[in-house]
């Protein structure tokens, strides 16, 4: 099937073909392409950018162990700081639109190799503040630094693996941003409370992120192929050839087929050496000139996907788990120092542990385990594949999120010990981990060929909300108090959750409605 065919529609396909997972998109035959590449070079890569993925999330969120230290030695206000976290949400998620051309155009390394400088940077900065508009203006840079952890390394595993394999491995990038969101602000802790002080807190962060800028220069293949040159413009093949790639042994264990096309390219072309792997710069086949004027039209043009619902669903999904980890982290700093529990740094960092439980279960519930349901609904539905399924998974975080927000809230508010607000902030940690994978999977699942733009616009979406709500929560919080602000975002989280009852009802129709204008931006991108 054809885009051009009236049949065909984004997010619906066949998954299943005489029961057998049809591979989508289509492998070619060419050596480069790295749906053909080994399961070593596979998981390498994603293990590389999973590991900056975790990296950028710990240096994004551990200012706030230094806030202490710079308080007392600089005598730097806490609004400053909170002002520095707004800056920081408006360089992620600005950074991620101003970042996303550069991928299509010069390929995805050169924009992890200028993040994690980025960071680099930032965390220099950091670690030499002096003064209040130091600790504001290093949080821009750290913010950018983790701009490609918010769109890139999706697009970079949609290059790797499968459509039946999306959830578990978006599952797996929101572990590793959980793992950095809630152990780096743990890690920096330990590291202000001892005798390095809080300034090491940034050196670390330099040490780690310049380690990491050589592995990634030296073994981060680039993975930017061009699909179209070999298949022909086709995307749903109706026969299942007989000529296998090299498939992960999952794949292999399940009977999966391999769904080809009849390639326009080169059958014999020969593999890329070492140093065309790794070139810093991997020019598009469209590429005219530098690419300056290409990069400015494809920015403008990537602003259209906020015309898309699945976008702003998704945006204000993710987004919503990144307000109530303001809050929840705000009330740790603020509650838990002073009696009757009078944590320090480290006491409060180790609140964080309940939270990443939390989180890894949710990724399994939300990635793997989603995975194995989509399949299993393709099954009773004749083998087609709908986005939709994908999102009966949210219907339980309706009360899990909403309870444990309860939990954590009223039991700060009533000076409760353990366990009730440690098993709150597990149930938040769950939905951090599972609400956001499965909102990110659907949009993927519901337009696949936009991948990169698409999480663009859940990035600006998500940040933007998360910056103002930076401003408002300790506002907040002072006016109601812990108890009523936790019990009125409880009912906000059960609210934003059952929005997925009009995207289950109406979704289909929104992606009917929209397949032109998807079709035509997808046009219009490939030709810029």
Same mark, same amino acid.
């Given at each position: 099937?054809?885009?051009?065919?009236?049949?065909?529609?984004?997010?619906?396909?066949?998954?299943?073909?005489?029961?057998?997972?049809?591979?989508?998109?289509?492998?070619?035959?060419?050596?480069?392409?790295?749906?053909?590449?080994?399961?070593?070079?596979?998981?390498?890569?994603?293990?590389?950018?999973?590991?900056?993925?975790?990296?950028?999330?710990?240096?994004?969120?551990?200012?706030?162990?230094?806030?202490?230290?710079?308080?007392?030695?600089?005598?730097?206000?806490?609004?400053?700081?909170?002002?520095? *976290?707004?800056?920081?949400?408006?360089?992620?998620?600005?950074?991620?639109?101003?970042?996303?051309?550069?991928?299509?155009?010069?390929?995805?390394?050169?924009?992890?190799?200028?993040?994690?400088?980025?960071?680099?940077?930032?965390?220099?900065?950091?670690?030499? @503040?002096?003064?209040?508009?130091?600790?504001?203006?290093?949080?821009?840079?750290?913010?950018?630094?983790?701009?490609? *952890?918010?769109?890139?390394?999706?697009?970079?595993?949609?290059?790797?693996?499968?459509?039946?394999?999306?959830?578990?491995?978006?599952?797996?990038?929101?572990?590793?941003?959980?793992?950095?969101?809630?152990?780096?602000?743990?890690?920096?802790?330990?590291?202000?409370?001892?005798?390095?002080?809080?300034?090491?807190?940034?050196?670390?962060?330099?040490?780690?992120?310049?380690? @990491?800028?050589?592995?990634?220069?030296?073994?981060?293949?680039?993975?930017?192929?061009?699909? &179209?040159?070999?298949?022909?413009?086709?995307?749903?093949?109706?026969?299942?050839?007989?000529?296998?790639?090299?498939?992960?042994?999952?794949?292999?264990?399940?009977?999966?087929?391999?769904?080809? @096309?009849? &390639?326009? *390219?080169?059958?014999?072309?020969?593999?890329?050496?070492?140093?065309?792997?790794?070139?810093?710069?991997?020019?598009?086949?469209?590429?005219?000139?530098?690419?300056?004027?290409?990069?400015?039209?494809?920015?403008?043009?990537?602003?259209?996907?906020?015309?898309?619902?699945?976008?702003?669903?998704?945006?204000?999904?993710?987004?919503?788990?990144?307000?109530?980890?303001?809050?929840?982290?705000?009330?740790?700093?603020?509650?838990?120092?002073?009696?009757?529990?009078?944590?320090?740094?480290?006491?409060?960092?180790?609140?964080?542990?309940?939270?990443?439980?939390?989180?890894?279960?949710?990724?399994?519930?939300?990635?793997?385990?989603?995975?194995?349901?989509?399949?299993?609904? *393709?099954?009773?539905?004749?083998?087609?594949?709908?986005?939709?399924?994908?999102?009966?998974?949210?219907?339980?975080?309706?009360?899990?999120?909403?309870?444990?927000?309860?939990?954590?809230?009223?039991?700060?508010?009533?000076?409760?010990?353990?366990?009730?607000?440690?098993?709150?902030?597990?149930?938040?940690?769950?939905?951090?981990?599972?609400?956001?994978?499965?909102?990110?999977?659907?949009?993927?699942?519901?337009?696949?060929?936009?991948?990169?733009?698409?999480?663009?616009?859940?990035?600006?979406?998500?940040?933007?909300?998360?910056?103002?709500?930076?401003?408002?929560?300790?506002?907040?919080?002072?006016?109601?108090?812990?108890?009523?602000?936790?019990?009125?975002?409880?009912?906000?989280?059960?609210?934003?959750?059952? @929005?997925?009852?009009?995207?289950?009802?109406?979704?289909?129709?929104?992606?009917?409605?929209?397949?032109?204008?998807?079709?035509?931006?997808?046009?219009?991108?490939?030709?810029?």
């Amino acid at each position: 099937m054809t885009y051009d065919e009236p049949e065909y529609l984004p997010g619906t396909s066949r998954l299943l073909n005489h029961g057998e997972i049809i591979l989508t998109p289509p492998p070619t035959k060419s050596v480069n392409d790295p749906l053909n590449w080994s399961k070593y070079r596979k998981y390498w890569h994603a293990l590389l950018v999973c590991f900056l993925t975790g990296l950028t999330a710990a240096t994004s969120n551990d200012a706030g162990s230094a806030q202490f230290g710079e308080n007392v030695e600089l005598g730097i206000s806490y609004d400053a700081m909170n002002t520095g *976290a707004g800056v920081l949400f408006l360089g992620i998620g600005y950074g991620t639109l101003f970042l996303s051309p550069a991928a299509w155009l010069w390929g995805r390394r050169c924009t992890y190799l200028f993040c994690i400088t980025m960071g680099l940077l930032g965390s220099i900065w950091m670690a030499k @503040t002096q003064t209040t508009a130091d600790s504001i203006w290093n949080q821009l840079f750290v913010g950018i630094s983790e701009s490609c *952890a918010e769109a890139n390394v999706q697009l970079s595993l949609s290059d790797l693996f499968f459509e039946h394999q999306r959830g578990t491995f978006i599952g797996v990038y929101v572990l590793a941003t959980s793992i950095g969101t809630y152990l780096g602000p743990l890690i920096a802790g330990y590291v202000a409370d001892s005798s390095l002080g809080w300034r090491w807190i940034g050196w670390l962060a330099v040490i780690i992120s310049g380690a @990491t800028i050589a592995v990634i220069y030296f073994t981060l293949e680039e993975t930017m192929f061009d699909r &179209p040159a070999y298949q022909g413009g086709e995307i749903y093949p109706p026969v299942v050839a007989t000529a296998e790639p090299e498939l992960g042994l999952q794949e292999k264990r399940e009977g999966v087929s391999n769904v080809v @096309t009849t &390639p326009t *390219a080169v059958a014999d072309e020969k593999p890329k050496t070492y140093w065309q792997r790794i070139a810093l710069i991997t020019p598009a086949p469209n590429l005219i000139g530098l690419g300056f004027k290409q990069y400015f039209v494809r920015l403008m043009h990537t602003l259209r996907v906020f015309s898309f619902p699945a976008v702003i669903y998704s945006g204000l999904q993710w987004g919503a788990q990144d307000a109530w980890l303001t809050f929840y982290l705000t009330v740790e700093d603020d509650n838990w120092s002073e009696p009757p529990w009078n944590y320090g740094d480290v006491g409060v960092g180790l609140m964080n542990v309940p939270c990443l439980i939390g989180a890894v279960l949710g990724c399994l519930y939300g990635g793997y385990l989603s995975d194995v349901f989509m399949i299993w609904m *393709a099954k009773r539905n004749g083998g087609i594949r709908e986005a939709e399924h994908r999102l009966w998974f949210l219907f339980p975080l309706a009360i899990i999120s909403p309870l444990g927000m309860l939990l954590f809230g009223i039991g700060t508010g009533q000076a409760w010990s353990w366990p009730g607000p440690y098993i709150g902030l597990g149930l938040i940690g769950f939905g951090w981990g599972c609400t956001g994978d499965l909102s990110m999977a659907y949009l993927m699942d519901a337009y696949p060929e936009m991948v990169l733009e698409g999480m663009v616009g859940v990035s600006v979406i998500n940040n933007s909300i998360a910056c103002v709500l930076t401003f408002t929560a300790s506002m907040w919080l002072d006016e109601q108090g812990v108890q009523n602000t936790f019990i009125v975002i409880a009912v906000l989280d059960f609210v934003f959750v059952l @929005t997925t009852v009009p995207m289950m009802i109406w979704g289909k129709k929104c992606r009917q409605w929209t397949k032109a204008r998807y079709l035509e931006f997808v046009r219009i991108r490939d030709s810029l």
